[in-house]
Every structure is written in structure tokens, then in C-alpha cells.
């Protein structure tokens, strides 16, 4: 069993910078890739950044420059550092991680948390 959860979520105003964290515990043999994904009610998830697990990142243009994420091979944890929000980054962010559950599994598997709100106000 894997679990992905998610912290660091809440309110605040626009300009404002939040952190949030997401660390995944279980049964895990090698996480690869991690991200951060985003959802507002009525609308697709859509990427908001994403961390290979040599450190490779990539970011939705609509963060770039705003967002920063890292992660913690070791600890399979992975952070994401949001400056300058807007209150269009107003949303559900989801942890995401692609990993292998043991030295046995053929294929990876990917994994979400359930979910941390972050709200900016205007």
C-alpha cells in the first residue's frame, strides 16, 4: 500500500507565497518521477510542475518563474514553493508520483494524494 499526502495548504492574500509538501510512505521500491497537479471544480487537472528523480523539472508556463519545486530522494518527499500568487492559482493541488513498488514490479505505477487547498484572495 502507498500513500501520498499532501500539507501546507490554505489562505492567503495575492502577492503571497505558500509551501506546500507531499510525502510518500508504503510500500515503495524506487519513486521516479513527482509533480504537482492542479484542480478547480468543474475543470480538467492540469500540470502545474513536475521533478524527475535526477532533479529534471518542468513547469506549467502559467507558474514559471512564480513556482519552484524540489523533492528528497531520499526521503521520497517532494515540495512545491508558490510566490507571487495570484487568485487564479486558486485550486486543489495534488501530489503525483510514478514509482515502483518492488524490485520485482515490471512497471510502474502511478500514485495521488487526496488533495490540499489553496485559496488566494484578491
Known amino acids: 500500500q502507498v500513500q501520498l499526502v499532501e500539507s501546507g495548504g490554505g489562505l492567503v492574500q495575492a502577492g503571497g507565497s505558500l509551501s506546500l509538501s507531499c510525502a510518500a510512505s508504503g510500500s515503495i521500491f524506487r519513486v521516479y518521477s513527482m509533480g504537482w497537479y492542479r484542480q478547480a471544480p468543474g475543470k480538467q487537472r492540469e500540470l502545474v510542475a513536475t521533478?524527475?528523480?535526477?532533479?529534471?523539472?518542468n513547469y506549467a508556463d502559467s507558474v514559471k518563474g512564480r513556482f519552484t519545486i524540489a523533492r528528497d530522494n531520499a526521503n521520497n518527499t517532494v515540495s512545491l514553493q508558490m510566490n507571487s500568487l495570484k487568485p487564479e492559482d486558486t485550486d486543489v493541488y495534488y501530489c503525483?508520483?510514478?514509482?515502483?513498488?518492488?524490485?520485482?514490479?515490471?512497471?510502474?505505477?502511478?500514485?495521488w494524494g487526496k488533495g490540499t487547498l489553496v485559496t488566494v484572495s484578491s
Open positions: 503525483n508520483a510514478d514509482l515502483f513498488t518492488s524490485v520485482l514490479s515490471r512497471t510502474s505505477s502511478i500514485y
Open positions: 521533478i524527475t528523480r535526477a532533479g529534471s523539472t
